[in-house]
């Protein structure tokens, strides 16, 4: 099989596998945090109520109201399914960085690498279902931070996983 890179890449490929790890760890913290964050916003319907000042944290962390429903993933956490999985779709790639990557050898990695893309799918359809779009709602800027941590944890990934097996054939000879 050919090599991927050149030998005169080996400097650059010893500084992008911790780098790659270190923007993998930041997107899966943000992910986790991004549970906390507004989803979507879904109209009550019928008459409004005239618009009033909000604060800050009103604006960034805004609560159900008369005329505004907003949801939240927090609020789906419980000991029920519903909630099992809405915990797994926010806190997988934490767990995936902080503790499985030290313990797999390279037996396991294509079963992992495979296992990540298919959680990194069902976490923004995880979000898509949690921020009720098929209802109508508009989502937020939590749903699509959540969407863009996941997506950059995944591509991060994929490049990782090119880059790591380079750089596991050049050490080995």
């Not at 949801?71 to 960085?97: E, I, M």
Request: overall charge positive; hydrophobic content about 50%.
């Amino acid at each position: 099989m050919p090599p991927f890179f050149t030998a005169s890449c080996r400097p650059i490929l010893v500084r992008l596998i911790p780098m790659l790890h270190k923007v993998r760890l930041i997107a899966a913290i943000v992910l986790a945090c991004a549970i906390f964050l507004p989803l979507s916003e879904c109209s009550q319907g019928g008459t409004h109520s005239p618009p009033v000042s909000k604060s800050i944290s009103q604006q960034l962390f805004p609560q159900t109201n008369a005329d505004t429903t907003y949801q939240y993933a927090y609020r789906w956490l419980s000991f029920t399914w519903f909630g099992a999985v809405t915990a797994l779709a926010f806190t997988w790639p934490l767990v995936l960085v902080l503790f499985v990557r030290r313990c797999i050898g390279s037996r396991w990695r294509w079963f992992f690498q495979v296992l990540e893309l298919l959680l990194c799918a069902g976490t923004i359809y995880w979000l898509y279902i949690l921020a009720l779009r098929g209802f109508g709602a508009t989502w937020l800027y939590g749903a699509y931070i959540g969407v863009f941590a996941a997506g950059i944890f995944t591509c991060a990934g994929v490049v990782w996983w090119f880059v790591g097996r380079q750089h596991a054939a050049e050490e080995e000879v």
